[in-house]
């Protein structure tokens, strides 16, 4: 079930602690890879800067500061989602094949599980766990060619199944959280109405 407005106290809670923690996922990940973002986006295709580089680090900032007031994150974490997949999925194009030696993995691959995080956050875990998949197949395909350091098909696939599982398990999670959250305000919710159900039926038999 993907993130809405929610009623209940800790759904709204749960919902914006948990864009909190996939910002700061996404940011300790993208400072991780800071070196390769440098190196090989100087061989990047201007738009494919502009678009995939510059818009989703905008993208990423505004998801990080609207975490704080929760609201406007649904949107955001759909369209960082699809800016990591199409990013990724386009590398190839906007990377000329004549790499430098040691070129290495594209650097969007430290985000495909931030991707998934952000698929589950903004659409549900089902969606978020059809990304994962799709995203490291797509990666598969993307590290073996030239611009992703010509892989050998095992490592490539190697690298997206520990990927892919990765995802699996963070869209689960954020489910998981989302359901706890909404039991809890279901149970809340029932406590009251039984305390006023009974706190009615004593007024009446006084």
């Known amino acids: 079930m993907p993130a809405q407005n929610r009623a209940g106290v800790s759904a709204r809670r749960t919902h914006r602690l ?6 700061a996922f996404a940011l300790l990940l993208l400072l991780q890879a ?12 201007g738009w494919w800067k502009v678009l995939f580089l510059w818009g989703f680090l905008a993208l990423l900032a505004a998801f990080t500061a609207a975490s704080v007031r929760g609201k406007g994150l649904v949107w955001m974490a759909k369209a960082l989602a699809f800016l990591i997949l199409s990013g990724m999925a386009l ?3 906007a990377v000329p094949a004549a790499v430098p030696e040691g070129f290495g ?38 590290r073996t060619a030239p611009q992703g350091g010509s892989a050998p098909l095992l490592v490539a ?3 997206a199944l520990f990927a892919t599982v990765l995802g699996l398990i963070i869209s689960v999670s954020i489910s998981i959280l989302r359901h706890a959250a909404e039991r809890a305000d279901a149970a809340a919710e029932d406590a009251i109405t039984r305390y006023r159900e009974a706190a009615a039926a004593t007024a009446l038999s006084n």
Not at 105 to 118: F, H, R, Y
Not at 134 to 139: C, P
Request: charged share 5%; proline share 3%; aromatic share 10%.
């Open 105 to 142: 993995t594209p650097w969007l691959w430290a985000m495909i599980n931030v991707g998934a995080a952000m698929c589950a956050y903004g659409a549900g875990a089902r969606a978020g766990c059809a990304y994962a998949v799709v995203i490291g197949a797509v990666f598969v395909i993307v």
């Open 18 to 23: 948990m864009a909190r923690g996939i910002a």
């Open 157 to 159: 696939l190697e690298d």
């Open 34 to 45: 800071s070196g390769a973002v440098i190196a090989q986006s100087a061989h990047a295709a």
């Open 91 to 93: 590398w190839p194009v």
